[in-house]
């Protein structure tokens, strides 16, 4: 499914039920958890191999979440989404394959809207830092894990006042070393922006 039909999905369910349901803005003390899916599309250009450019494929998966909210403006996060299969291709030198990629983020999180008891539109930004593994290379090369920062903003609209549905925009600094038999190195830069939708319960 396109990552736009279910931002469009997202927003109607909300848009329906405002009509006839009350809701409560987030505040301290909440815990949340959330589920969805997302797609993430690495920039243009990820680096060079034996004089070509290297391209990543972007990928769409499952997306998880959950967070707390320890003032009623300022929460932390732990997010991520499923291993993602992505392929890589070196111009024409016929050389590429696939790896997988894992990535985990911790946020910390802004709630312009927090504690406003009516509020039924919930924005949010955040800053963190991203872990991204890789494994299962198809290819004679070894990627490093990496560590880079990370950035989001999204917004959550209320069905009842526990379950919300929403949206989010993402953005990691994600660069890995790439050994290729043991005698070729060089620098792959994938930093993907990611956007995606779901639904989030809180407690």
């Known amino acids: 499914m396109k990552t736009s039909r279910l931002v469009g999905t997202a927003a109607l369910l909300a848009v329906t039920a405002f009509g006839a349901q009350s809701a409560l803005a987030y505040q301290a003390g909440d815990f949340y958890v959330r589920g969805g899916f997302e797609k993430s599309d690495p920039e243009s250009g990820n680096g060079a191999l034996y004089g070509d450019d290297i391209n990543v494929s972007e990928d769409t998966g499952f997306a998880y979440g959950m967070g707390y909210l320890f003032h009623n403006k300022l929460g932390v996060e732990l997010n991520g989404s499923q291993t993602m299969d992505q392929d890589l291709t070196a111009g024409n030198t016929g050389l590429g394959g696939s790896f997988d990629s ?96 779901g639904v989030t319960y809180r407690f």
């Not at 930004?125 to 989001?152: C, K, R």
């Not at 989010?168 to 990611?194: E, H, M, Q, S």
């Open 102 to 197: 894992t990535p985990i983020n911790l946020m910390l999180n802004y709630y312009p809207l927090g504690g406003i008891s009516d509020a039924r539109v919930h924005p949010y930004a955040g800053i963190g830092v991203n872990y991204t593994h890789f494994d299962n290379e198809s290819f004679n090369a070894d990627l490093d894990e990496s560590w880079g920062f990370a950035g989001q903003v999204g917004v959550d609209l209320s069905v009842t006042d526990n379950l919300l549905v929403g949206t989010w925009a993402r953005y990691a600094d994600v660069d890995t070393d790439v050994d290729i038999d043991g005698t070729y190195k060089t620098r792959l830069d994938i930093d993907p922006v990611t956007v995606g939708a």
